[in-house]
């Protein structure tokens, strides 16, 4: 499967806010936001790539050429129904982040968190659009892709990282992963997507999203507020 370079044509002042652990209501520079926005998207350098493999969902394989047994509860449930999966990974690369390093240096603390919460803001854009292109292949095999799930989330192990990491093909993209199943550079991801049979999706519950209130990440800065009804 070939690189995908997505483009950036606008990173999300309001996700970068949440990213960074701002209330909307908190009192902040609209113009120092803005700016880290700006300065992340010509910092960015998005790519992805992925690999797409028959899926065993009874004995919860992935078929690769050597077959990758999952054993986590949250993502076997996810997948779900699915007869293949697509084994993602997309980076921003390393300026990024090299930036950040240099302003948290020069004790520029705000710059450097608002820039550090525009990167994740960045990488999220950059994985909604690969899953776009997944599906937009999936849907040329009669095929609909469900939603992506990541190792360290929703109670699946990062342990795994490395072998999702293989599995797409993410050195391709200069991805690697350290002793402590960290991905470098940093503002990256890997996940799954299951694919399914089209008359299977409508009343799979794996195309909904995995609510904040349901994922047992402990200190995520990222939670989504919930509302009272």
Not at 11 to 28: N, P, Q
Not at 113 to 128: K, M, Q
Not at 152 to 178: C, F, H
Not at 216 to 226: F, L, S, W
């Amino acid at each position: 499967m070939p690189i995908f370079h997505p483009r950036l044509t606008i990173i999300d002042t309001e996700e970068t806010k949440r990213y960074a652990g701002l209330s909307r209501k908190a009192d902040f520079s609209v113009e120092l936001l803005t700016e880290a926005c700006t300065q992340a998207q010509l910092l960015a350098i998005p790519r992805g790539v992925w690999q797409v493999y028959a899926y065993d969902q009874d004995m919860h394989t992935i078929m690769a050429a050597e077959p990758f047994v999952l054993t986590a509860d949250n993502v076997i449930r996810h997948l779900s129904g699915a007869v293949e999966v697509a084994v993602m990974a997309v980076t921003i690369g390393i300026p990024l982040e090299q930036e950040v390093s240099n302003l948290f240096s020069q004790n520029k603390y705000t710059a450097g968190l608002l820039l550090d919460a525009a990167g994740t803001t960045a990488v999220e854009a950059a994985c909604d659009a690969v899953c776009n292109i997944i599906a937009q292949h999936a849907g040329r095999s009669g095929l609909t892709a469900g939603r992506r799930f990541s190792p360290g989330y929703g109670g699946w192990p990062i342990d795994v990282q490395p072998e999702i990491l293989s599995l797409a093909a993410g050195a391709t993209i200069d991805l690697s992963v350290t002793d402590t199943k960290m991905l470098v550079p940093r503002k990256s991801v890997t996940a799954v997507i299951g694919l399914y049979p089209y008359h299977q999706t409508l009343s799979l519950p794996h195309q909904q999203e995995i609510a904040c209130d349901k994922c047992g990440q402990p200190g995520c800065h990222a939670r989504k507020e919930t509302t009272e009804t």
